[in-house]
């Protein structure tokens, strides 16, 4: 079930060089595994947009996608990426970026994204030249600047990127798809954390959830 935490009903940002401008909202989310079969989002604040800042929940578990801000102690050692349960951190916040688009324009499915931890500004990475520490798949980590390893493809069955229903999220230059597997945790420093990888398939290991998170709309689109 969706909640509305609060509303900023007042909040108008405008669109650098644009005379457009967005109204923002922050919303909570459900904390199961399975979008529900009749969503109680507000109406008009459907769809994810670009600007947003959001939680993925990982469709298999009751885990956030999180920067724990500990390095990997092997491969890249960039920043660990894991999903861990706890809902609330601001570690789990990322920030939806889409080239050219205007703040507030809903994200099509097929298209590039990247996601920008809002706590320590890393972006969500991945590279086929080293392994994950525990399952072995494709490492993906969180690094601290930008280049074509942070692209990733949001797909979706429906045209856009839905709230509350579950997408995969394709890494542009290997192909691979975010995942977390649960039977694979860490110890110490980050006990329970779920490992994140780049995983081969599509599959329910695979599949993440606009959950939590500030959200924008176009103030042309927005519910009145």
Same mark, same amino acid.
């Given at each position: 079930?969706?909640?509305?935490? +609060?509303?900023? =009903?007042?909040?108008?940002?405008?669109?650098?060089?644009?005379?457009?401008?967005?109204?923002?909202?922050?919303?909570?989310?459900?904390?199961?595994? /399975?979008? %529900?079969?009749?969503?109680?989002?507000?109406?008009?604040?459907?769809?994810? *947009?670009?600007?947003? *800042?959001?939680?993925?929940?990982?469709?298999?578990?009751?885990?956030?996608?999180?920067?724990?801000?500990?390095?990997?102690?092997?491969?890249?050692?960039?920043?660990?990426?894991?999903?861990?349960?706890?809902?609330?951190?601001?570690?789990?916040?990322?920030? #939806?970026?889409?080239?050219?688009?205007?703040?507030? +324009?809903?994200? %099509?499915?097929?298209?590039?994204?990247?996601?920008?931890?809002?706590?320590?500004?890393?972006?969500?990475?991945?590279?086929? %030249?080293?392994? %994950?520490?525990?399952?072995?798949?494709? /490492?993906?980590?969180?690094?601290?600047?930008?280049?074509?390893?942070?692209?990733?493809?949001?797909?979706? +069955?429906?045209?856009?990127?839905?709230? !509350?229903?579950?997408?995969?999220?394709?890494? #542009?230059?290997?192909?691979?798809?975010?995942?977390?597997?649960?039977?694979?945790?860490?110890?110490?420093?980050?006990?329970?954390?779920? !490992?994140? =990888?780049?995983?081969?398939?599509?599959?329910?290991?695979?599949?993440?959830?606009?959950? /939590?998170?500030?959200?924008? #709309?176009?103030?042309?689109?927005?519910?009145?």
């Amino acid at each position: 079930m969706h909640f509305a935490i +609060s509303t900023i =009903s007042s909040l108008l940002l405008i669109v650098a060089g644009s005379a457009h401008s967005a109204t923002a909202s922050l919303f909570g989310g459900k904390q199961t595994a /399975e979008p %529900a079969a009749e969503s109680a989002v507000t109406p008009g604040w459907e769809h994810v *947009t670009s600007g947003s *800042t959001i939680k993925l929940g990982h469709g298999k578990s009751t885990t956030r996608l999180t920067l724990p801000q500990v390095s990997y102690g092997t491969g890249s050692q960039q920043q660990a990426i894991t999903a861990f349960t706890d809902t609330m951190t601001t570690r789990a916040l990322w920030l #939806v970026e889409q080239p050219d688009a205007l703040r507030g +324009s809903p994200i %099509a499915c097929g298209s590039e994204v990247r996601l920008v931890n809002s706590d320590s500004g890393h972006s969500l990475h991945s590279h086929a %030249a080293h392994k %994950a520490p525990i399952s072995g798949a494709q /490492e993906v980590s969180g690094f601290d600047g930008r280049d074509s390893g942070d692209m990733w493809v949001v797909e979706c +069955s429906t045209d856009m990127w839905l709230r !509350e229903s579950p997408v995969y999220l394709k890494h #542009v230059e290997t192909g691979r798809y975010l995942q977390s597997l649960p039977s694979k945790k860490y110890r110490q420093p980050i006990v329970g954390h779920q !490992e994140v =990888s780049g995983g081969k398939k599509p599959d329910a290991n695979a599949q993440w959830i606009a959950m /939590e998170g500030y959200y924008f #709309v176009r103030k042309d689109t927005a519910p009145s």
